[in-house]
């Protein structure tokens, strides 16, 4: 490990030097074998690209979307049959846009079942970089593939997965460091009270698309296990029961589940895309229930549900009783009988590393009831929502007059309708909400295909800053959908082949204050990306993407009220792929970004790196290897980057400061129905002897984590 340490401290000395070796080494780094196509590196690239489209807006490092490319990642290990396929299984998979989901259905039914793959050339709108992304998660059968369950099949089809993982950053953090009695007396929670390492555990049997049974567990690292305050081992438990399309049974589900509806402003529980480089995915595709199968310990429902088909009539309906962590009003910290009486806001952190945070694990109860119906054929879908929340103590927030329309009472419904429309080539979408006593949000776009070169998408957006959302995630600039119009545009234009432009711009106003802006304010975002696809082996693209708002000015004022300025970020990439040989693959990216607040100093930060990965189809043995640099002004220039993980964990780190940063996964097919995977990481900094602050402090200049997962397929 030392000497691991030393040639780190030497190459980032070398980068403060010598720029240039450092640029020559990440962009020419041995291109010296031939490539032929792996399926695998298609879903891969798939969920690279929207797990950094999640990240660009949300900026949630390291959030879990397991739940959102499961079914990715099931029709990657079980095609789905477009012959068998219905309207809900092509929009399940996510690939597809409603026009082309529509278009696949009424060739089927015009010309029959498609005899092959190579067919789907015929289909209106499907061009060829459409189809060589659909192929490793769909197949052409005339089987049976019976959809009712049965004992035998279960015994014989179904498929169980085991994982285990542990994590543990290898430098000392302040909360695990020693203390004396006498000082954690004076101050409890100046020190963790559990151990380094974050455990994670998950069960999952499935069969087919059909049956879905399976427990997930989590340790927080600082969190007891199996001691003290966690004497039934993790902190975090979920689990769940889950049919689909069993006769008039749509979706029922037991346990922890998720419920999508409309356009997300309603009601929508997870995480959605916000605006990216894909200006299809501004249009949410809901899916009703899904079983939740993440470690987020806030963002799902507990109970049950269920949806009912008749025809064309679609009937949902959903129940959650859940214990949520909130911050206990010291007013009224009194209780009857243990339960609280008041609490001034939901905490959704999901640590309980401290006795503070343990104050607030499960302080309150939250119920949830609804539904949704519906009226769904191929080309039309109309919907209604309605949900009611309500905790079991009163609800008293500290309202400033940035939020001073919020909800402040313990219970709340809202109401909402939903429309989805197709007409020829076009898309017509939309959500109007309604707060009951409170305001209104509505949403409503398009998406046009004017040819298979040429698509469009427009999106007009109005949330009144007294609509109370409950859980909501329509497309937005703010974090939740309150106070906030816009008006988004975008096109994706194929002019020639090999080359695809897509571009949207995105203008915002917020007609009432927000948190650390004093007035009323407004903004824009757009983003130009061009894609050249040389050949099978080689894919670049650059892009710019631009984002200005109005904040508070940072000039210290010794009179009045701080008054706007505008601040910009504008991100430059470079960012390109090449297929060496069928088993090798390097990826590269430059991006450079400048950062401007008006009366501030003017900020840069650049981030290269060079990624090499190794994935044979015969051999057991695979690995991806990243060594970058990077240096930033401070955490404003801050650049995320996607980094390759074990299974089922993204790691999405800022990147900040100046130094470097390496890391190795590798993964290993021990036996038949046996994967390991093992990933060392270290960040090494040149300009800082401290890392992070508070209980996560580092005494040093680097960082070190390790990983190790086991999965078990039978």
């Given at each position: 490990?030392?000497?691991?340490?030393?040639?780190?401290?030497?190459?980032?000395?070398?980068?403060?030097?010598?720029?240039?070796?450092?640029?020559?080494?990440?962009?020419?780094l041995s291109p010296i074998l031939s490539f032929a196509q792996n399926k695998e590196d298609e879903k891969n690239k798939i969920i690279e690209k929207r797990v950094e489209y999640l990240i660009e807006d949300a900026e949630e490092s390291d959030a879990d979307y397991s739940t959102i490319f499961d079914q990715?990642?099931?029709?990657?290990?079980?095609?789905?049959?477009?012959?068998?396929?219905?309207?809900?299984?092509?929009?399940?998979?996510?690939?597809?846009?409603?026009?082309?989901?529509?278009?696949?259905?009424?060739?089927?039914?015009?010309?029959?079942?498609?005899?092959?793959?190579?067919?789907?050339?015929?289909?209106?709108?499907?061009?060829?970089?459409?189809?060589?992304?659909l192929l490793p998660f769909v197949k052409v059968s005339t089987d049976v593939n019976t959809a009712q369950l049965s004992f035998n099949d279960l015994l014989k089809n179904g498929e169980s997965q085991l994982f285990i993982r542990y994590v543990d950053v290898l430098e000392q953090k302040k909360g695990f460091?020693?203390?004396?009695?006498?000082?954690?007396?004076?101050?409890?929670?100046?020190?963790?009270?559990?151990?380094?390492?974050?455990?994670?555990?998950?069960?999952?049997?499935?069969?087919?698309?059909?049956?879905?049974?399976?427990?997930?567990?989590?340790?927080?690292?600082?969190?007891?296990?199996?001691?003290?305050?966690?004497?039934?081992?993790?902190?975090?438990?979920?689990?769940?029961?889950?049919?689909?399309?069993?006769?008039?049974?749509?979706?029922?589900?037991?346990?922890?589940?998720?419920?999508?509806?409309?356009?997300?402003?309603?009601?929508?529980?997870?995480?959605?895309?916000?605006?990216?480089?894909?200006?299809?995915?501004?249009?949410?595709?809901?899916?009703?229930?899904?079983?939740?199968?993440?470690?987020?310990?806030?963002?799902?429902?507990?109970?049950?549900?269920?949806?009912?088909?008749?025809?064309?009539?679609?009937?949902?309906?959903?129940?959650?009783?859940?214990?949520?962590?909130?911050?206990?009003?010291?007013?009224?910290?009194?209780?009857?009988?243990?339960?609280?009486?008041?609490?001034?806001?939901?905490?959704?952190?999901?640590?309980?590393?401290?006795?503070?945070?343990?104050?607030?694990?499960?302080?309150?109860t939250q119920q949830q009831m609804g539904g949704h119906l519906a009226y769904k054929t191929r080309k039309l879908n109309l919907g209604l929502t309605g949900v009611h929340s309500e905790i079991n103590s009163d609800f008293t927030p500290t309202l400033a007059t940035y939020s001073q329309f919020r909800n402040?009472?313990?219970?709340?419904?809202?109401?909402?309708?939903?429309?989805?429309?197709?007409?020829?080539?076009?898309?017509?979408?939309?959500?109007?909400?309604?707060?009951?006593?409170?305001?209104?949000?509505?949403?409503?776009?398009?998406?046009?295909?004017?040819?298979?070169?040429?698509?469009?998408?427009?999106?007009?957006?109005?949330?009144?800053?007294?609509?109370?959302?409950?859980?909501?995630?329509?497309?937005?600039?703010?974090?939740?959908?309150?106070?906030?119009?816009?008006?988004?545009?975008?096109?994706?234009?194929?002019?020639?082949?090999?080359?695809?432009?897509?571009?949207?711009?995105?203008?915002?106003?917020?007609?009432?204050?927000?948190?650390?802006?004093?007035?009323?304010?407004?903004?824009?975002?757009?983003?130009?990306?061009?894609?050249?696809?040389?050949?099978?082996?080689?894919?670049?693209?650059?892009?710019?993407?631009?984002?200005?708002?109005?904040?508070?000015?940072?000039?210290?004022?010794?009179?009045?009220?701080?008054?706007?300025?505008?601040?910009?970020?504008?991100?430059?990439?470079?960012?390109?792929?090449?297929?060496?040989?069928?088993?090798?693959?390097?990826?590269?990216?430059?991006?450079?970004?400048?950062?401007?607040?008006?009366?501030?100093?003017?900020?840069?930060?650049?981030?290269?790196?060079?990624?090499?990965?190794?994935?044979?189809?015969?051999?057991?043995?695979?690995?991806?290897?990243?060594?970058?640099?990077?240096?930033?002004?401070?955490?404003?220039?801050?650049?995320?980057?996607?980094?390759?993980?074990?299974?089922?964990?993204?790691?999405?780190?800022?990147?900040?400061?100046?130094?470097?940063?390496?890391?190795?996964?590798?993964?290993?097919?021990?036996?038949?129905?046996?994967?390991?995977?093992?990933?060392?990481?270290?960040?090494?900094?040149?300009?800082?002897?401290?890392?992070?602050?508070?209980?996560?402090?580092?005494?040093?200049?680097?960082?070190?984590?390790?990983?190790?997962?086991?999965?078990?397929?039978?």
């Amino acid at each position: 490990m030392n000497f691991i340490l030393t040639m780190a401290e030497e190459s980032c000395c070398l980068f403060s030097k010598n720029f240039q070796k450092h640029f020559i080494l990440i962009f020419l780094l041995s291109p010296i074998l031939s490539f032929a196509q792996n399926k695998e590196d298609e879903k891969n690239k798939i969920i690279e690209k929207r797990v950094e489209y999640l990240i660009e807006d949300a900026e949630e490092s390291d959030a879990d979307y397991s739940t959102i490319f499961d079914q990715l990642s099931y029709y990657f290990d079980h095609p789905l049959n477009l012959n068998r396929a219905n309207l809900d299984d092509l929009e399940e998979l996510g690939i597809l846009t409603s026009i082309q989901i529509n278009n696949l259905l009424e060739h089927i039914e015009e010309n029959g079942k498609l005899m092959t793959l190579e067919e789907l050339q015929t289909v209106e709108s499907f061009d060829e970089e459409l189809i060589k992304l659909l192929l490793p998660f769909v197949k052409v059968s005339t089987d049976v593939n019976t959809a009712q369950l049965s004992f035998n099949d279960l015994l014989k089809n179904g498929e169980s997965q085991l994982f285990i993982r542990y994590v543990d950053v290898l430098e000392q953090k302040k909360g695990f460091s020693p203390s004396t009695d006498s000082a954690l007396a004076a101050s409890p929670n100046s020190r963790y009270i559990g151990s380094e390492a974050k455990l994670y555990t998950r069960y999952r049997f499935k069969y087919g698309n059909h049956l879905s049974i399976g427990f997930t567990a989590e340790k927080d690292a600082g969190e007891e296990f199996f001691n003290g305050t966690q004497k039934n081992g993790f902190d975090f438990y979920s689990g769940h029961f889950f049919i689909k399309n069993q006769g008039k049974i749509k979706q029922l589900g037991f346990g922890d589940y998720q419920a999508q509806f409309g356009q997300g402003l309603t009601y929508w529980s997870g995480a959605a895309f916000g605006k990216s480089a894909d200006i299809m995915l501004i249009k949410r595709s809901a899916t009703g229930l899904k079983p939740y199968t993440s470690v987020d310990e806030s963002r799902f429902l507990r109970g049950g549900g269920l949806a009912l088909q008749f025809g064309n009539i679609e009937a949902t309906a959903f129940y959650s009783y859940n214990n949520e962590d909130a911050n206990i009003s010291l007013e009224d910290s009194s209780s009857i009988d243990g339960e609280v009486l008041a609490v001034t806001s939901v905490q959704q952190t999901g640590f309980h590393r401290t006795f503070n945070e343990l104050e607030d694990k499960d302080a309150i109860t939250q119920q949830q009831m609804g539904g949704h119906l519906a009226y769904k054929t191929r080309k039309l879908n109309l919907g209604l929502t309605g949900v009611h929340s309500e905790i079991n103590s009163d609800f008293t927030p500290t309202l400033a007059t940035y939020s001073q329309f919020r909800n402040n009472e313990n219970k709340q419904t809202n109401l909402g309708v939903d429309y989805n429309w197709i007409f020829k080539n076009f898309n017509f979408f939309g959500e109007f909400s309604k707060s009951l006593d409170a305001g209104n949000a509505f949403v409503s776009g398009a998406l046009i295909t004017l040819d298979p070169k040429l698509s469009l998408a427009v999106l007009y957006r109005d949330y009144q800053r007294n609509f109370q959302p409950i859980s909501s995630a329509g497309i937005g600039e703010g974090s939740t959908n309150e106070n906030e119009k816009g008006m988004y545009m975008g096109f994706i234009a194929k002019p020639v082949k090999k080359f695809t432009l897509s571009a949207y711009y995105d203008q915002f106003i917020f007609p009432w204050l927000k948190f650390g802006i004093n007035a009323p304010s407004k903004g824009y975002q757009y983003l130009a990306q061009l894609t050249y696809k040389l050949s099978k082996k080689m894919e670049m693209y650059i892009r710019i993407r631009e984002k200005s708002k109005q904040e508070n000015t940072a000039v210290d004022l010794t009179e009045g009220i701080d008054y706007l300025v505008f601040e910009k970020q504008t991100n430059y990439r470079f960012n390109y792929s090449y297929k060496i040989s069928e088993s090798f693959k390097i990826k590269g990216r430059a991006e450079l970004v400048n950062y401007d607040k008006e009366e501030s100093p003017f900020e840069t930060g650049y981030v290269l790196y060079q990624d090499i990965v190794f994935k044979p189809k015969s051999n057991p043995f695979s690995f991806a290897f990243r060594y970058g640099i990077f240096d930033t002004d401070s955490y404003n220039s801050r650049i995320y980057a996607y980094e390759n993980d074990v299974l089922y964990m993204f790691s999405i780190p800022a990147y900040y400061n100046r130094g470097t940063r390496t890391y190795l996964t590798v993964r290993y097919k021990l036996v038949r129905g046996i994967d390991v995977w093992l990933r060392y990481g270290i960040t090494y900094y040149d300009n800082v002897d401290v890392i992070s602050a508070g209980l996560e402090e580092i005494q040093g200049n680097h960082k070190q984590e390790i990983k190790a997962q086991v999965r078990f397929k039978f």
